[in-house]
């Protein structure tokens, strides 16, 4: 497989960390469906996150089958699905949201593959910094994945808490901009807690590699990013600012600086 190559998108995600770890602050990575709850709307939700504070916005690729989301966002998916929302219409979206903060897709393989050979480079034209491709697991399919890691945008792997050391180490040489550890077994959505060996895994992982970890599934409130914030680079909030997005972008930017605070505290 291809090592990640050093292109000006994808280390826009790096200058950000960089800048990020020179003030001591950990990164606010969020999550939200494109098209939901439709695309004007949406539109609005991508400029709240910024306006609040988001240092990293994975924009969700909406799927028929997503098998690792939650109820919360599958349901955001099939309403985006159902407005018409496509692979070419994230880009469109994103191309009209012109964001200052690095846009990670957030996607299962199928969409990127029905798109076209070109799809990642018209992804980082459009604005992408980063692909993320929740099933496709290091090795799974090499030539797949070296046409990821190839390409303009940073190739983010998954990393889950199960995962022994040495696999930790290979998924994390395979990838770049940060590496995204799963929180906890199954699937996203909002917990109350988090996995008491969390700070665990994250050692673990942070003893195979010397990209920033961000931790997600299941982090929702200001109290578990300021918890999470305190043992690893960034956290990953998705469900919580997806249902946010379902009353208005209002409630999307009062979650967000509730997060960003929290963090910076």
């Not at 919360?72 to 964001?99: F, H, N, W």
């Not at 799974?140 to 199960?162: K, N, Q």
């Not at 008491?196 to 109290?223: D, K, M, N, W, Y």
């Not at 409630?251 to 605070?261: A, F, I, M, N, P």
Request: glycine share 10%.
């Amino acid at each position: 497989m291809a090592s990640p190559p050093a292109t000006t998108s994808s280390n826009s995600i790096t200058r950000r960390f960089d800048a990020l770890k020179k003030e001591s602050r950990r990164a606010l990575v969020c999550y939200v469906t494109a098209g939901h709850p439709d695309v004007g709307r949406s539109l609005e939700t991508l400029r709240a996150l910024e306006d609040g504070g988001a240092d990293i916005i994975e924009l969700g690729v909406p799927f028929s089958d997503p098998i690792a989301d939650g109820p919360v966002i599958q349901a955001s998916s099939q309403q985006a699905l159902e407005k018409g929302m496509t692979y070419d219409g994230v880009l469109a979206l994103l191309e009209r949201a012109k964001p200052r903060v690095p846009v990670v897709l957030f996607s299962y393989l199928n969409p990127i593959l029905a798109a076209g050979p070109d799809a990642l480079t018209r992804a980082a034209d459009a604005g992408a910094s980063g692909i993320l491709v929740t099933d496709i697991p290091v090795g799974a399919d090499p030539a797949r994945e070296e046409w990821l890691g190839a390409s303009p945008l940073a190739f983010i792997r998954l990393v889950a808490p199960t995962t022994p050391g040495a696999r930790m180490a290979e998924i994390a040489r395979h990838g770049s901009g940060f590496v995204y550890l799963i929180s906890r077994l199954g699937v996203t959505g909002v917990q109350q807690t988090t996995a008491a060996s969390l700070p665990e895994t994250i050692q673990r992982l942070r003893s195979t590699t010397t990209l920033p970890i961000c931790v997600g599934f299941g982090i929702s409130t200001p109290e578990q990013a300021r918890s999470v914030g305190k043992l690893a680079d960034g956290v990953v909030v998705g469900s919580a600012l997806v249902s946010a997005a379902e009353h208005g972008p209002e409630d999307v930017l009062k979650l967000t600086r509730s997060l960003r605070e929290a963090l910076d505290d």
